[in-house]
């Protein structure tokens, strides 16, 4: 009997997952376990994805999907819903879990996680700041010293990582992108107010460099790591890169913490990462089921976290045992994906994102005013809900 899995296989990680589905199969003697190899791009993934599953085909019967992708192969009937195998979720991160579901039901168990975080020079800022006041403070005193050319560094750019930072902000401000109701919020007062001090801080006046309006994850470690700011918002990889004197700068005088909210709020952070979903027209659904529930074990999660360095889904398995085993300071990783915000869970997200990221550009590099654009994303996103069937007064 075949077994077929499909996801990230390039690398550590795939060198893991490969041990992983052998340990599966020697412990299934009557099943063979296959990787069907897909692009390491996510778009490239997702359109192969889409392919299969529009086709009916049977395999993969496992597949990785992005935390962005649950909802839309859901509500195409491409994925099963797993109520039927009893799965226990109890020991699940709650954004990890929510990004999971659509309408009330599981679609998808978490496999890692990632996570928004700020780095930040710990020899020009000693303590990382509490709030968003802190963080201008302490940016600009390195601004005005001299210490840096900026204060602060995020991912700018008209793609999916920009979506990520304004989640920050908003999660910040109080804000969302879509309500608990799959209302469209991002025209509220928090969510222009979130919009407005992104485009304060990327201005002439403000503590990020307008280059950053270009900048993807790379550009903005690059930038970090040969001294450009005082402060990095990026995800967990770029820990040991900026770690290795060899090529860091700052090498050795670098810290991690979350992202600080706004007066007394919370810390924030924008959820990432992984999760694994059953093929609706598999032709093994619970051998398939099996498949997942091993990979999500927690002696598996900590074999990955060991090997490839990424972060373990549930929060009971960040102790004494993940100490040494990732790269990057258990503490402030915990405590970022103790208050992890998923972007919207709906199956139209990728349409969604393509509309708020011109609007956010557009805000951002002063073509049109924060409120104007936010209005304006806002009534397209309705629209493309009520088109849907998905605005909160329509039929599914």
Do not use: C, K
């Not at 359109?47 to 496992?62: G, K, R, T």
């Not at 978490?110 to 963080?135: C, H, I, K, Q, S």
């Not at 804000?175 to 002439?204: F, H, K, N, Q």
């Not at 027209?281 to 498949?291: E, F, G, I, R, T």
Request: glycine share 8%; no cysteine.
């Amino acid at each position: 009997m075949a077994l077929t899995f499909s996801g990230s296989s390039l690398g550590a990680e795939g060198a893991v997952l490969r041990s992983q589905l052998d340990r599966f199969a020697a412990a299934h003697p009557d099943v063979r376990v296959e990787l069907r190899v897909t692009p390491d791009s996510a778009d490239q993934r997702h359109q192969l994805y889409v392919q299969w599953l529009n086709a009916q085909s049977a395999a993969p019967d496992v597949l990785q999907l992005d935390v962005v992708w649950t909802a839309e192969f859901a509500g195409a009937g491409w994925i099963l819903p797993l109520e039927r195998f009893a799965p226990e979720v109890g020991d699940f991160f709650p954004a990890a879990l929510e990004a999971s579901r659509w309408r009330s039901r599981l679609y998808a168990l978490p496999w890692f996680v990632d996570v928004g975080l700020l780095y930040f020079r710990n020899d020009l800022a000693p303590e990382p700041p509490r709030t968003l006041d802190e963080l201008d403070r302490a940016a600009r005193r390195s601004i005005e010293a001299g210490h840096t050319r900026s204060g602060l560094l995020w991912q700018g750019a008209r793609y999916e990582g920009l979506i990520a930072v304004f989640v920050e902000y908003l999660a910040a401000f109080g804000g969302g992108i879509l309500g608990s109701d799959g209302r469209v919020i991002v025209d509220e007062p928090e969510a222009v107010d979130a919009l407005s001090r992104m485009r304060r801080d990327v201005g002439p006046d403000g503590i990020v460099t307008r280059s950053a309006l270009n900048w993807r994850e790379e550009e903005v470690r690059l930038a970090f790591q040969n001294g450009g700011a005082v402060f990095m918002r990026n995800w967990p990889y770029a820990w040991p890169l900026l770690q290795d004197p060899a090529r860091s700068r700052v090498a050795g005088r670098v810290a991690v913490a979350p992202l600080p909210g706004r007066d007394g709020r919370p810390p924030v952070a924008a959820l990432g990462g992984a999760q694994l979903a059953i093929n609706a027209h598999s032709a093994h659904p619970q051998l398939a089921w099996m498949l997942v529930e091993f990979l999500t074990a927690p002696e598996q999660m900590l074999e990955r976290a060991r090997l490839a360095a990424q972060l373990p889904a549930r929060p009971s398995l960040y102790d004494e045992r993940l100490d040494g085993a990732l790269p990057i300071p258990v503490p402030p990783v915990r405590q970022a994906l103790e208050h992890a915000v998923p972007r919207p869970v709906t199956p139209v997200y990728s349409e969604l994102s393509e509309i708020l990221q011109v609007a956010i550009h557009r805000a951002l590099s002063g073509q049109q005013a924060p409120a104007a654009a936010l209005s304006e994303a806002a009534a397209a996103m309705r629209n493309v809900l009520a088109r849907s069937g998905l605005s909160p007064s329509g039929t599914p």
